[in-house]
């Protein structure tokens, strides 16, 4: 999961005191129901045409691409397949974008109006984990794609009602001022070519139901990729955005079944590795989501039951939710939910979000601005973080950790994802054998030497030295469209950039991972194309065809102990013998 936040806001924020304060305003002034989108580097940028290499604009089509065969040992290390019930949307959404991103954003996009109707979307008729769990355990069973497409065009349509009826109103044409509401329903029916429905007296059910049949029209002609997409016929990151939130409705097996659909079956990818999060305690508003736990166990459910690919998921761990329930409750192990999840239930490692707030290590922060801190300040963040890193080493568990300058939860705490923050941890001798992987390999765009931020540069810059020194440190190349996309803008400097760092840490190919953040990239117009894309980006780093296997593959299963006789092979097996995947990959 990743979204970008600008260096030069962060040092304005540090300089300026916005701590909690602005935060608790943020969100004291707002109503619960508003919400800020997820910001992701480049979004409202043009999306290239993959191995096509055509340039797009926003409002442009996604062209036809080609996409090759991948490795039979291929693996995506980065995804996600929770719905809108499973993150606090109002706290992520407001507290996580209220900076800057790198790239100039559409006003509308970040919107209060705007995001105030994805939280709409997101929670129309979405299933909690438990509510499917109680299904899934009777029955396993996927919506047909049809049946998948008409669920979310219904609940978006349900949704724009709602936000109608709530202060949308309509478009008489005789009035000279416009709400936020009504702004953005006008844009959705300009955008689709369908002014008149606001124009019209239709009932909110009536134009929700209009509005949301053309956000989701397809043109029955046009074909995206190797015949598997059909093309929308209107397409924007406004749009695809309500689209994605629609599909954020959706139960998780039909969310699995729709990354299936984009990038796996025959010759695609067989082997996901979806991560659950856990960002609740780090924010300032209190909402209800599915239980950490519930989410865990559905989770092995699908695992367990899907054949069409081999699942192997990471568990969710959050340092201040550990800290807060040793000093409520001293008699419960705060890492019970991980052992579980692992030593039983088929999960393959652990997922932590430093930028929520906290450091690898060394946690000497003042927590202030948390709505609960723990008696023991940043020091009770080590101690259970320490622990968990010990158990993890004992028992062969890697880590996965974000490692992107975003989805900060506290005044400039999306510093504590650089990666120089592991180097202590991994001087260690405690912990020099623990498997990490440091998520989000970017754009090279990173970059302080003073502040909140330790490299001396780009973040990249400080991982291919790390790599270096470190046998076990791995990065993925999650939601890398800084070199994805097939356009001219910037693409050839993060290509550039990236050559000469292969050049200068030649092991980084070693450590080098495939991954999509699917569901996340869902909200790229041009997202049916990224497989394709990272694949021509590795020809175009002149990567060899044994380098681009272990890329899109065999580092993973090194990473993840798979390659290799051990404790955790060992209990993937347990879990996983009767997948004909796990069989074929890893046997």
Known sequence: MRARTSIAQDKRNA??????????????????????????????????????????????????????????????????????????????????????????????????????????????????????????????????????????ESNVAEAIARFSREGG?????????????????????????????????????????????????????????????????HRSPFLQTIRWA???????????????????????????????????KWFLTHEDTSPVEDQIKLLAAIARQNTTSLILPFAPFCPLRAALEREDTPDVDPLRIIKTAVLELGFVGVKLYPPMGFRPIGNRVDLTWVPRKPLGGGSALDRELEALYLWCVENEVPIKAHANNSIAAGPNTGAFADPAGWRELMQDSRFSSLQLNLAHFGGFDETASHGSFTSQNDWEETLGEMVDTFPNLYFDLGYWTEAGTADDRGRSRVIERTKKLLARSPKMVERMMYGSDWSMIGREPNHPAYLADVQATLIDLKLNDEQRQQVMGGNAATYLGLDRDGLQKQRVAAVYAANPIFSESFI
């Open 246 to 280: 629609g599909m954020l409705t959706r139960a998780r097996v039909d969310i699995l079944a729709e990354l299936d659909r984009l990038y796996g079956g025959p010759g695609l990818i067989r082997v996901f590795s979806p991560s659950l999060v856990d960002f609740q």
């Open 15 to 152: 300089q300026s005191g916005m701590k909690l304060q602005i935060l608790q305003n943020f969100v004291d002034k707002s109503t619960k129901d508003e919400t800020r989108v997820f910001e992701r580097r480049n979004f409202m940028f043009g999306f290239g045409a993959a191995i096509a290499g055509i340039s797009l604009t926003g409002c442009e089509r996604v062209k036809r691409f080609f996409q090759p065969e991948v490795p039979s040992s291929a693996i995506d290390i980065h995804t996600h397949i929770f719905n809108g019930r499973d993150v606090p949307a109002v706290g992520f959404l407001k507290q996580v974008i209220l900076r800057e991103t790198h790239a100039s954003v559409d006003a509308d996009i970040t919107s209060d109006a705007f995001l105030k109707l994805l939280k709409t979307v997101l929670l129309m008729n979405t299933p909690t984990a438990k509510a499917e769990l109680d299904q899934i355990d009777n029955k396993f069973k996927r919506l047909a794609r049809n049946e998948a497409m008409a669920q979310d």
């Open 169 to 233: 109103g309509q478009t008489t044409g005789l009035s000279t001022t416009r709400n936020a509401e009504t702004r953005i329903l006008d844009r959705i029916a300009n955008e689709v070519n369908a002014a008149d429905i606001r124009r019209s007296l239709q009932t909110p059910e009536a134009q929700g139901r209009a509005l949301s049949a053309r956000i989701f029209k397809r043109d029955t002609t046009a074909i995206v990729g190797p015949g598997k997409e059909r093309e929308y016929v």
